[in-house]
Protein backbone atom coordinates (compact mmCIF):
# COMPACT_ATOMS: atom_id res chain seq x y z
CA UNK A 1 0.00 0.00 0.00
CA UNK A 2 2.97 2.76 1.06
CA UNK A 3 4.35 2.27 -2.33
CA UNK A 4 0.73 2.06 -4.47
CA UNK A 5 0.30 5.56 -2.41
CA UNK A 6 3.60 7.15 -4.03
CA UNK A 7 2.02 6.21 -7.33
CA UNK A 8 -0.54 8.33 -6.84
CA UNK A 9 0.79 11.05 -5.43
CA UNK A 10 2.97 11.39 -8.00
CA UNK A 11 0.62 10.85 -10.73
CA UNK A 12 -1.44 13.66 -9.13
CA UNK A 13 1.92 15.89 -9.48
CA UNK A 14 3.04 15.19 -12.71
CA UNK A 15 3.26 18.21 -14.50
CA UNK A 16 4.22 20.23 -10.80
CA UNK A 17 8.02 20.78 -9.82
CA UNK A 18 7.17 19.90 -6.52
CA UNK A 19 5.48 16.79 -5.46
CA UNK A 20 2.93 17.90 -2.72
CA UNK A 21 1.18 16.46 -0.40
CA UNK A 22 -2.67 16.52 0.99
CA UNK A 23 -3.72 16.98 4.15
CA UNK A 24 -5.14 13.44 3.54
CA UNK A 25 -1.85 11.92 2.69
CA UNK A 26 -0.26 13.17 5.82
CA UNK A 27 -3.34 11.91 7.71
CA UNK A 28 -2.56 8.92 6.68
CA UNK A 29 1.28 8.17 7.01
CA UNK A 30 0.88 9.93 10.50
CA UNK A 31 -1.61 7.20 11.09
CA UNK A 32 1.05 4.32 9.38
CA UNK A 33 3.87 5.57 11.47
CA UNK A 34 1.96 5.02 14.60
CA UNK A 35 0.75 1.42 13.32
CA UNK A 36 3.76 0.66 11.35
CA UNK A 37 7.56 1.65 12.73
CA UNK A 38 8.76 0.18 9.55
CA UNK A 39 7.40 2.77 6.70
CA UNK A 40 10.69 4.86 6.04
CA UNK A 41 11.84 1.72 4.68
CA UNK A 42 9.04 1.27 2.17
CA UNK A 43 9.81 4.80 0.64
CA UNK A 44 13.14 3.31 -0.81
CA UNK A 45 12.72 1.42 -3.38
CA UNK A 46 16.29 0.24 -3.57
CA UNK A 47 18.94 0.72 -0.86
CA UNK A 48 22.67 1.92 -1.72
CA UNK A 49 24.09 -1.13 -0.20
CA UNK A 50 21.83 -2.70 -2.92
CA UNK A 51 23.33 -0.48 -5.19
CA UNK A 52 27.02 -1.32 -3.78
CA UNK A 53 26.21 -4.78 -3.75
CA UNK A 54 25.02 -4.93 -7.63
CA UNK A 55 27.89 -2.59 -8.91
CA UNK A 56 30.62 -4.98 -7.05
CA UNK A 57 28.85 -8.57 -8.73
CA UNK A 58 28.96 -6.36 -12.17
CA UNK A 59 32.86 -5.49 -11.70
CA UNK A 60 33.11 -9.26 -10.99
CA UNK A 61 31.51 -10.79 -14.00
CA UNK A 62 32.90 -8.40 -16.06
CA UNK A 63 36.60 -9.31 -14.94
CA UNK A 64 35.78 -13.09 -14.78
CA UNK A 65 34.92 -12.76 -18.34
CA UNK A 66 38.02 -10.58 -19.28
CA UNK A 67 40.49 -12.47 -17.92
CA UNK A 68 39.14 -16.19 -18.84
CA UNK A 69 41.35 -18.72 -20.45
CA UNK A 70 40.36 -19.16 -24.14
CA UNK A 71 43.08 -21.85 -24.80
CA UNK A 72 43.96 -23.25 -21.21
CA UNK A 73 46.73 -24.82 -21.29
CA UNK A 74 50.26 -24.71 -23.20
CA UNK A 75 49.55 -25.35 -27.19
CA UNK A 76 50.15 -29.19 -28.21
CA UNK A 77 52.83 -29.79 -30.65
CA UNK A 78 52.01 -32.14 -33.71
CA UNK A 79 51.85 -35.93 -33.07
CA UNK A 80 55.15 -36.45 -35.36
CA UNK A 81 57.41 -33.82 -33.06
CA UNK A 82 56.32 -36.14 -29.79
CA UNK A 83 57.37 -39.16 -31.35
CA UNK A 84 60.89 -37.37 -32.66
CA UNK A 85 61.63 -36.77 -29.07
CA UNK A 86 60.90 -40.08 -28.13
CA UNK A 87 62.54 -41.52 -30.61
CA UNK A 88 65.54 -39.51 -30.08
CA UNK A 89 65.84 -40.45 -25.61
CA UNK A 90 65.30 -43.74 -27.22
CA UNK A 91 68.06 -44.14 -29.44
CA UNK A 92 70.49 -41.70 -26.92
CA UNK A 93 68.80 -42.68 -23.20
CA UNK A 94 72.21 -40.01 -21.39
CA UNK A 95 70.82 -37.42 -23.30
CA UNK A 96 68.50 -35.11 -21.20
CA UNK A 97 65.65 -32.58 -22.12
CA UNK A 98 68.56 -29.75 -22.86
CA UNK A 99 70.39 -31.89 -25.24
CA UNK A 100 67.52 -33.04 -27.31
CA UNK A 101 65.99 -29.15 -27.26
CA UNK A 102 69.38 -28.29 -28.84
CA UNK A 103 69.76 -30.93 -31.16
CA UNK A 104 65.51 -29.66 -32.24
CA UNK A 105 66.42 -26.21 -32.66
CA UNK A 106 69.50 -27.08 -35.29
CA UNK A 107 66.83 -29.06 -37.17
CA UNK A 108 64.44 -26.58 -37.12
CA UNK A 109 61.89 -26.82 -34.66
CA UNK A 110 60.79 -24.16 -32.35
CA UNK A 111 60.06 -25.34 -29.04
CA UNK A 112 60.94 -24.83 -25.47
CA UNK A 113 63.01 -26.56 -23.35
CA UNK A 114 60.05 -27.50 -21.35
CA UNK A 115 58.36 -28.54 -23.49
CA UNK A 116 60.56 -31.33 -24.69
CA UNK A 117 60.81 -31.92 -20.79
CA UNK A 118 57.02 -32.60 -20.45
CA UNK A 119 57.15 -35.71 -23.66
CA UNK A 120 59.95 -37.21 -22.28
CA UNK A 121 59.19 -40.53 -19.95
CA UNK A 122 59.35 -40.55 -16.38
CA UNK A 123 61.64 -43.23 -14.65
CA UNK A 124 60.41 -44.01 -11.29
CA UNK A 125 63.12 -44.45 -8.86
CA UNK A 126 62.81 -45.72 -5.40
CA UNK A 127 61.57 -43.18 -2.94
CA UNK A 128 64.59 -42.39 -0.25
CA UNK A 129 64.19 -42.51 3.44
CA UNK A 130 63.43 -38.95 4.53
CA UNK A 131 63.81 -37.52 8.04
CA UNK A 132 60.63 -38.66 9.64
CA UNK A 133 61.67 -42.17 8.68
CA UNK A 134 65.00 -41.63 10.31
CA UNK A 135 63.64 -40.48 13.57
CA UNK A 136 61.12 -43.44 13.70
CA UNK A 137 63.57 -45.48 13.50
CA UNK A 138 66.21 -44.20 15.38
CA UNK A 139 63.93 -42.46 17.98
CA UNK A 140 65.16 -44.55 21.13
CA UNK A 141 68.78 -43.37 20.28
CA UNK A 142 68.52 -39.99 19.91
CA UNK A 143 69.00 -37.22 22.33
CA UNK A 144 68.78 -33.48 21.87
CA UNK A 145 70.75 -30.87 23.28
CA UNK A 146 69.97 -26.86 23.65
CA UNK A 147 70.35 -23.36 24.89
CA UNK A 148 67.51 -21.67 26.60
CA UNK A 149 68.07 -17.78 28.31
CA UNK A 150 66.70 -17.06 30.93
CA UNK A 151 66.56 -13.48 32.01
CA UNK A 152 66.73 -12.61 36.33
CA UNK A 153 65.19 -9.84 37.98
CA UNK A 154 68.69 -8.21 38.12
CA UNK A 155 68.81 -7.61 34.34
CA UNK A 156 71.21 -10.55 33.81
CA UNK A 157 71.03 -13.55 31.26
CA UNK A 158 71.22 -17.54 32.70
CA UNK A 159 71.87 -19.60 30.51
CA UNK A 160 70.16 -23.22 30.95
CA UNK A 161 71.28 -26.33 28.90
CA UNK A 162 69.26 -28.80 28.11
CA UNK A 163 69.56 -32.71 27.54
CA UNK A 164 66.33 -34.41 26.05
CA UNK A 165 65.61 -37.91 25.24
CA UNK A 166 63.97 -37.91 22.06
CA UNK A 167 61.68 -41.45 22.63
CA UNK A 168 59.56 -40.33 25.35
CA UNK A 169 60.63 -36.41 25.59
CA UNK A 170 62.34 -37.42 29.07
CA UNK A 171 64.75 -34.74 30.72
CA UNK A 172 67.64 -36.35 31.49
CA UNK A 173 69.94 -33.31 32.16
CA UNK A 174 70.05 -29.12 33.09
CA UNK A 175 71.96 -27.46 34.46
CA UNK A 176 72.51 -23.31 34.59
CA UNK A 177 75.61 -21.06 34.12
CA UNK A 178 76.19 -17.18 33.33
CA UNK A 179 78.96 -17.67 31.12
CA UNK A 180 78.74 -21.23 28.89
CA UNK A 181 82.18 -22.51 27.49
CA UNK A 182 82.84 -25.22 25.37
CA UNK A 183 84.74 -27.24 27.94
CA UNK A 184 81.67 -26.42 30.71
CA UNK A 185 79.21 -27.71 27.95
CA UNK A 186 81.11 -31.10 27.17
CA UNK A 187 81.38 -31.73 31.10
CA UNK A 188 77.49 -31.43 31.38
CA UNK A 189 77.20 -34.20 28.82
CA UNK A 190 79.50 -36.32 30.34
CA UNK A 191 77.22 -35.94 33.12
CA UNK A 192 74.33 -36.51 31.43
CA UNK A 193 74.86 -39.88 30.14
CA UNK A 194 75.71 -42.46 32.42
CA UNK A 195 77.84 -45.54 30.85
CA UNK A 196 74.75 -47.68 30.30
CA UNK A 197 73.02 -45.27 28.21
CA UNK A 198 72.84 -46.17 24.28
CA UNK A 199 72.39 -43.18 22.96
CA UNK A 200 74.20 -42.93 19.57
CA UNK A 201 72.93 -39.61 17.56
CA UNK A 202 73.07 -36.34 19.15
CA UNK A 203 70.59 -33.76 17.66
CA UNK A 204 72.24 -29.95 17.56
CA UNK A 205 72.05 -26.87 16.27
CA UNK A 206 75.23 -24.84 14.76
CA UNK A 207 76.36 -22.87 17.85
CA UNK A 208 80.34 -22.30 17.74
CA UNK A 209 79.99 -23.67 21.20
CA UNK A 210 80.03 -27.36 19.89
CA UNK A 211 83.31 -27.00 18.10
CA UNK A 212 86.07 -28.99 18.27
CA UNK A 213 86.52 -29.06 22.02
CA UNK A 214 83.16 -30.26 22.68
CA UNK A 215 83.60 -33.17 19.96
CA UNK A 216 87.03 -34.05 21.67
CA UNK A 217 85.26 -34.10 25.06
CA UNK A 218 82.51 -35.94 24.36
CA UNK A 219 84.11 -38.61 21.91
CA UNK A 220 86.77 -39.43 25.22
CA UNK A 221 83.33 -40.29 26.69
CA UNK A 222 83.05 -42.54 24.01
CA UNK A 223 79.09 -41.14 23.51
CA UNK A 224 79.08 -39.27 20.48
CA UNK A 225 79.25 -41.95 17.95
CA UNK A 226 77.48 -40.60 15.18
CA UNK A 227 77.80 -37.21 13.59
CA UNK A 228 75.96 -34.17 14.97
CA UNK A 229 72.71 -32.88 13.41
CA UNK A 230 74.90 -30.68 10.44
CA UNK A 231 76.78 -34.35 9.45
CA UNK A 232 74.11 -36.96 9.87
CA UNK A 233 74.82 -39.64 7.85
CA UNK A 234 73.28 -38.72 4.40
CA UNK A 235 75.44 -35.86 3.92
CA UNK A 236 74.85 -32.01 4.61
CA UNK A 237 72.07 -31.39 7.21
CA UNK A 238 68.81 -30.09 5.44
CA UNK A 239 65.52 -29.38 7.48
CA UNK A 240 63.60 -32.36 7.76
CA UNK A 241 60.24 -32.80 5.87
CA UNK A 242 58.01 -33.18 8.62
Known amino acids: MPFRHQLLVLNRQRGARRVGFRASDRVLWSWLS ?17 VIRWHRRGFRLYWRWKSRSRHPGRPAIEAELRDLILEMHRANPTWGAPRIH ?24 P ?24 PIATFRLLYVFVVLSLERRRLLHVHVTAHPAAAWTAQQMVEALPDETNARYLIRDRDGIYGAEFQRRVAAHSRERARPRDRLPGGRWTPPPI
Not at 102 to 115: I, P, V, Y
Open 34 to 50: RLWPGWRQALVVVRPET
Open 102 to 125: GELLKLGFTLAQSTVSKYLPRHRR
Open 127 to 150: PSQCWRTFFRNHLRQAIAIDFAVV
